[in-house]
């Protein structure tokens, strides 16, 4: 099995209490905490850390909904700095909830051999959700990190996390996911 680890939108707009979106910020600490424990533990496994960004289109209706958040090319679809980035790593945009909806990502992992994703990132109930749909619809496994998520509330990364483990995905700890015992046992949500 070939893994590869998502860390998907943590920027500054989703992450920031000033940013345009963000995440409840009684969450983002231990997020971006668990989510750079895992990056660390994929470097430390030769796992390949792939970024994932928000870069919605200035014309997109959506924007309205979202405050303006992530649109390509203004201030604050940066990553946020407290993320641990690797040099070299790839890093794929997206305009739509699914990483799917970039084209480029589906070729990378068939590149690389990809058949296992473990998720990292914002929002739970949100684009982690579209993505992990998008993902076992490829046939991919999916392990969601369910400490390194974050959503709205706690209700919203709680819906989401079992939305998807209902949809076929494992959701695990970063400290389940890089137990080396673990060996593909589904992990419990915390």
């Known amino acids: ?53 928000n870069e919605f289109r200035p014309w997109d209706p959506g924007n309205l909904f979202r405050g303006g958040c992530c649109v390509r090319g203004r201030p604050g679809t940066e990553l946020d700095p407290r993320v641990d980035v690797l040099p070299g790593a790839p890093a794929f945009e997206k305009w739509r909830g699914s990483a799917f909806c970039n084209e480029e990502l589906g070729e990378w992992l068939a590149a690389e051999g990809v058949d296992s994703v473990a998720l990292a990132g914002v929002y739970a109930d949100a684009c982690i959700r579209a993505t992990t749909a998008g993902a076992l619809k490829r046939g991919l496994r999916v392990t969601v990190l369910s400490d390194a998520v974050g959503a709205a509330g706690q209700r919203g990364r709680d819906a989401g996390l079992r939305k998807m483990r209902a949809a076929g995905a494992d959701v695990a700890s970063v400290a389940e996911w890089m137990d080396p015992m673990r060996s593909g046992q589904e992990g419990q949500m915390p």
Not at 2 to 10: Q, S
Not at 28 to 46: F, M, P, S, W, Y
Request: proline letters at 4%; aromatic letters at 6%; hydrophobic letters at 50%.
């Open 1 to 53: 099995m070939t893994e590869a680890l998502f860390v998907i939108d943590m920027q500054t707009d989703l992450l920031d209490a000033e940013g345009r979106f963000p995440v409840a910020q009684d969450q983002v600490v231990d997020v971006l905490a668990k989510t750079n424990q895992a990056i660390a533990g994929a470097r430390e496994r030769g796992i390949p850390v792939v970024y994932i960004t």
